[in-house]
């Protein structure tokens, strides 16, 4: 298996407050990517990274932001978490772009917001 | 764009039938990759194939097999002789072959929204 730690993987968390998710990887590969996952669509793209202090958003990024100081950490932090963030988080690494190689995903975690 | 339809939502079978989930992707570029996924009630996501879009031939792994027809914009995943272990959500995803330092997408996955399969004994 995939060297990926998601931390924590389960938070409950008060409308309004700042929520940081940590992926950690112990693979040394260079792109990271941060998904979440509701019913009825599947995983959406948040944000990605590309390499140390190189990120981009994805599809879904309206209210998250994301850092990589190390190539082995990549988190996600909510500034001011909403109930429409209530998802499941998954992180994901790939070696290349996930055209060349597959990705491999962390277990997730799982965050409500109330 | 990109999209990828997996039009069953679920699917319900008894163990030892076949059964085929189908995946149709919408794409504008000639080099792509395709990808089957797996997540089990445990939640985690399970890398099951990657394909190429050069590479039009089926492929077989055990029980599961997959077709993929760029005629018809189609890689359907089909697994044969269902146990229960295989009840799951699949999910097939689709990415386009930019690479970073060109820009664009990077490549990332585009996922559809996944076909629940029940496996009943």
Not at chain 1, 1 to 26: F, M, N, W, Y
Not at chain 1, 57 to 85: C, M, N, P
Not at chain 2, 20 to 44: I, M, N
Request: hydrophobic share 30%.
């Amino acid at each position: 298996d995939a060297g990926i730690t998601q931390s924590p993987r389960h938070k409950v968390t008060e409308t309004g407050t700042p929520v940081t998710l940590r992926c950690h990887q112990t693979e040394n590969h260079r792109y990271m990517y941060w998904y979440r996952q509701d019913p009825g669509h599947g995983l959406r793209l948040i944000h990605y990274s590309y390499g140390v202090k190189d990120t981009d958003k994805g599809e879904v990024s309206d209210g998250y932001s994301v850092s990589r100081s190390k190539t082995e950490d990549f988190l996600l932090t909510l500034e001011s978490a909403t109930s429409s963030q209530t998802s499941v988080y998954f992180c994901a690494i790939s070696e290349s772009t996930t055209g060349n190689t597959e990705a491999f995903f962390g277990q997730g975690t799982r965050l409500t917001v109330v | 764009a990109q999209k990828v339809t997996q039009a069953q939502t679920e699917i319900s079978v008894v163990e030892k039938e076949d059964v085929t989930l189908d995946c149709v992707y919408e794409t504008r570029d000639t080099t792509y990759y395709l990808f089957w996924y797996k997540q089990p009630p445990s939640g985690e996501l399970v890398f099951l194939i990657r394909r190429n879009s050069f590479d039009e031939q089926n492929e077989i792994s055990g029980r599961y097999s997959w077709n993929f027809q760029k005629s018809t914009s189609s890689f359907n995943f089909t697994i044969t002789a269902s146990q229960v272990v295989d009840s799951a959500v699949y999910f097939c995803a689709l990415s386009e072959g930019k690479f970073a330092y060109y820009g664009g997408s990077q490549g990332n996955l585009i996922f559809g929204k996944g076909t629940k399969l029940s496996v009943k004994p």
